[in-house]
Each structure stands twice: as C-alpha cells, then as structure tokens.
C-alpha cells in the first residue's frame, strides 16, 4: 500500500512559479512509475507529466511542454512538479499517483489532490 499527500498548491499570477510535492510512503516507492494528472471545474481529468521508475523517461502534455518539469527524489520518496510561465488555464486540482507502469498509472495509487490557481 502506498500513501500519496501532495503539498504546493496555491493561488499564483499569471507568469509565475508554483512547486508542487508529492511525498509518498513505502518502501517501494522507487519501483513505480510516477505522473501528474490535473482536473479543471467542468473539465476531463488531463494527464500532465509521467516519468518512469528509474527517472529514465519523462512524457508531458503538449499543453505544459517547456513549461513544467516533473521529477523524483528516490531518497526522500518524493516526486515533483515544477511549473513555469503559469497560465490561468493551469488552474485546477492536481493529483500525484503511482504505478507499476505509466499506462497503469490511473489504475494506481492516487493523493488527494492540491489546487493550483492562476489569476490574469
């Protein structure tokens, strides 16, 4: 069983810089493929970034591309995303999960979201 609890949401101009953390428990942690998935009011859940296990591999969404960075601390069991040039369409509650593989990412282990909000 793996735990997730995000931290770093908050309300940012546009422009700005926003540093979201997803510390997970278990001794497992460095075996799982990681994402970040947001969902807006009235809007489908958006897979935003995925890195592989051993960090090897990172895919993001054309939407964030050049903008975000996602990453891992194996050490700390921690997984980042780091967004730039932030955009009022970047509003939303982002979720950090965990899985065996980036396509059983949904599938997986979910925290319970932080919202990032973006003023113009």
């Known amino acids: 069983q793996v735990q997730l609890v995000e931290s770093g949401g908050g309300l940012v101009q546009a422009g700005g810089s926003l540093r979201l953390s997803c510390a997970a428990s278990?001794?497992?942690?460095?075996?799982?493929?990681v994402g970040w998935f947001r969902q807006a009011p009235g809007k489908e859940r958006e897979l935003v970034a995925t890195?592989?296990?051993?960090?090897?591999?990172?895919n993001y969404a054309d939407s964030v591309k050049g903008r975000f960075t996602i990453s891992r601390d194996n050490a700390k069991n921690t997984v980042y995303l780091q967004m730039n040039s932030l955009k009022p369409e970047d509003t939303a509650v982002y979720y950090c999960?965990?899985?065996?593989?980036?396509?059983?990412?949904?599938?997986?282990?979910w925290g319970q979201g932080t919202q990032v909000t973006v003023s113009s």
């Open positions: 999960a965990v899985g065996g593989s980036i396509t059983t990412l949904a599938r997986g282990y």
């Open positions: 278990g001794p497992t942690f460095p075996s799982y493929a």
């Open positions: 890195m592989t296990w051993g960090g090897g591999r990172t």
